[in-house]
């Protein structure tokens, strides 16, 4: 059994977070000790790094609790795991786009800058007057 700083070692997630995760229902409940604190099962580790490793990829909860949901019946087939994954992906491929549009506009604005002062500033120009950016972003 651990306690929840333990716990907390174990998988690099703050405590907060263990709490949080047990009241989405992503952890359950732990036992408690004659004193009152909690105590964790070896699975509850287990689980907590899967949760963790998922939110370090940017999965979100839901998508998440989906995962594990399939993960306790390991005889199904892994279609579903594969489309939860396959949808984040196609979200993180559309946000590098985005970043990459506004790594460009930025280089651009930053790049046609030459001035010595702030009222002749392109950066500051282009900022006040969406006009001036080159593509949308």
């Given at each position: 059994?651990?306690?929840?700083?333990?716990?907390?070692?174990?998988?690099g997630?703050?405590?907060?977070?263990?709490?949080?995760?047990?009241?989405?229902?992503l952890?359950?409940?732990?036992v408690?000790?004659?004193?009152?604190?909690?105590?964790y099962?070896?699975?509850?580790?287990?689980?907590?790094s899967?949760?963790?490793?998922?939110?370090?990829?940017?999965?979100?909860?839901?998508?998440?609790?989906?995962?594990?949901?399939l993960?306790?019946?390991?005889?199904?087939?892994?279609?579903?795991?594969?489309?939860?994954?396959?949808?984040?992906?196609g979200?993180?491929?559309?946000?590098?786009?985005?970043?990459?549009?506004?790594?460009?506009?930025?280089?651009?604005?930053?790049?046609?800058?030459?001035?010595?002062?702030?009222?002749?500033?392109?950066?500051?120009?282009?900022?006040?007057?969406?006009?001036?950016?080159?593509?949308?972003?």
């Amino acid at each position: 059994m651990l306690s929840i700083g333990a716990l907390a070692k174990a998988t690099g997630v703050k405590v907060p977070t263990i709490r949080y995760y047990e009241q989405q229902g992503l952890i359950a409940p732990p036992v408690r000790s004659e004193g009152n604190q909690r105590r964790y099962e070896p699975a509850a580790r287990e689980r907590l790094s899967f949760i963790r490793h998922a939110r370090d990829l940017g999965l979100p909860l839901e998508a998440i609790r989906e995962l594990l949901e399939l993960s306790e019946t390991p005889e199904m087939p892994c279609v579903d795991a594969h489309r939860i994954a396959g949808a984040h992906l196609g979200e993180v491929r559309a946000r590098i786009a985005r970043l990459r549009k506004l790594e460009a506009e930025l280089e651009r604005i930053t790049s046609a800058c030459d001035a010595d002062t702030v009222g002749d500033c392109h950066v500051i120009h282009a900022l006040a007057d969406h006009s001036q950016c080159e593509s949308e972003h």
